[in-house]
């Protein structure tokens, strides 16, 4: 048998314990459902999505935030995926029709350019990501000191994905690990979990690598002891990208973080440092303490933690829908409401 077919028959014919496995990035929850592996999966394997989409687990505080600044005469510009998350009295794409100054971007570098191009406007760029997209914040602000600008700034929202591993630990037996956040962290970062008893597999986003991995976790779990196994190996290396990391402990420094759904991750989120105190939107703009308040009827929150798929959300479907989102999780196009809305029947 190919190596597809021999992953196809250790899922297929799992006789054994309930096995949950979550899988952490949002582009493997697309990924699973297009490719239909959910159909191959026995009575007792399950698959959850986790917090894995950093719009998704971003907080209503940090719209609100957002919102502040536009409403005070602050130029945005953000990824598209934010443009429509709800804040606690609108959301960005309601604040535009209404005249505030948002751009879409595509890269933080296109901020700053934006930026030099208009030097009579303060432009603040919204740093939402993993370790995956916030070296490119960090080149933000390096480009903007090399070019002396004044007048942009980051608003961070930026996160590390470890303490949420912790946090979410009782949540499942394995986790299919992001591989492009272990492309940045390196394989040894989930390996120092199996210290504390997670196991998981590192996961790419083709077929073949999304069966072999949930195959080797299916291997590994018979076995009783902690795993991790590292089936993305052709972009993920034991080290990860020193560069991008050395790039983060310049610009950044651990503080404690709120995750939607989850609350205060201690130590998981990223703030500029002291050093770079002008290039620090809620510094600069001083931006008063907001009290975000979601939606009570959405839950957002219980479907990043695994507690709740989406349908059994009352708004799934009905009030709440792709066009007319009211959480996160539907509107973002990693989310896991828009990938059982695309794909499920």
Known sequence: MTPIETAKSIITTYDGPRLRIMEVCGTHTHAIFRLGIRSLLPENITLISGPGCPVCVTPVTYIDEALYLAQHG?????????LRVPGTHGSLATARSSGANIQIVYTALDAVQYAAEHLDEPVAFLSVGFETTTPGAC????????????????????????????????????????????????????????????????????????????AAIIKKSQTGEPYLVNAYPRVVTEEGSPAAR????????????????????????????????????????????????????????DILRGACTPPDCPLFGKICTPDHPVGACMVSREGTCSAWYQYSE
């Open 246 to 301: 050395n790039l983060l402990e310049t610009y950044l420094e651990p503080i404690d973080a709120e995750w939607r759904g989850i609350g205060i991750l201690k130590g998981s989120g990223l703030a500029l440092r002291e050093a770079y105190a002008a290039y620090d939107a809620r510094r600069v703009h001083q931006i008063p303490p907001q009290e975000g308040k979601p939606n009570p009827a959405c839950r957002c929150g």
């Open 74 to 82: 602050v130029t945005l510009c953000t990824f598209g995926d934010l």
């Open 139 to 214: 080149l933000a602000v390096q480009e903007a000191e090399a070019q002396h600008l004044k007048n942009f700034t980051l608003l961070t929202a930026n996160k590390t994905m470890d303490a949420a591993y912790l946090a979410m630990a009782d949540s499942c037996d394995a986790y299919l690990y992001p591989g492009h956040v272990c492309t940045i962290t390196g394989a040894k970062v989930p390996r120092a979990l199996t210290k504390r008893g997670i196991s998981g597999a590192i996961a790419g986003f083709t077929a073949a690598e999304l069966l072999t991995a949930i």
